[in-house]
């Protein structure tokens, strides 16, 4: 590779924003629903689904109806994006998890949730 590129490269992977949000796992046969937030939605997705395949996600429940049922049962969405605002100072954890509130809130009246 040459230098112009990789830093071409570099520059565009210290420009790109994290996907904020809230993540949802939907088990639609049992109509129950995982909730969880974060700043990293990408990093979340891949790191529940390494847990759940390995048996070593925390949430029991949900754990045992990912080996029962399998990862055919289960739909990995993400729910809410929370949008990056340039030129502002927002406490995106905070704003995240509220987000995750109103969503639990609405969906518990729909939904089981884990």
């Excluded at 040459?2 to 639609?28: C, H, Q, S, W």
């Excluded at 847990?51 to 109806?65: A, H, K, V, Y």
């Excluded at 049922?69 to 030129?87: K, S």
């Amino acid at each position: 590779m040459d230098k112009k590129y990789r830093k071409k490269l570099n520059a565009e992977f210290l420009e790109m924003k994290p996907l904020m949000g809230v993540l949802t796992i939907l088990n639609n046969a049992e109509n129950k629903i995982f909730i969880k937030e974060s700043i990293n939605l990408r990093s979340l997705s891949n790191r529940i689904r390494f847990e759940l395949n390995n048996g070593q996600f925390d949430n029991r429940n949900l754990q045992s109806d990912w080996i029962r049922l399998g990862e055919e049962g289960f739909v990995f969405e993400n729910a809410i994006i929370v949008p990056w605002e340039e030129n502002k100072i927002i406490d995106y954890k905070k704003k995240v998890q509220k987000v995750k509130n109103d969503l639990q809130e609405e969906q518990s009246k729909l939904k089981n949730i884990y």
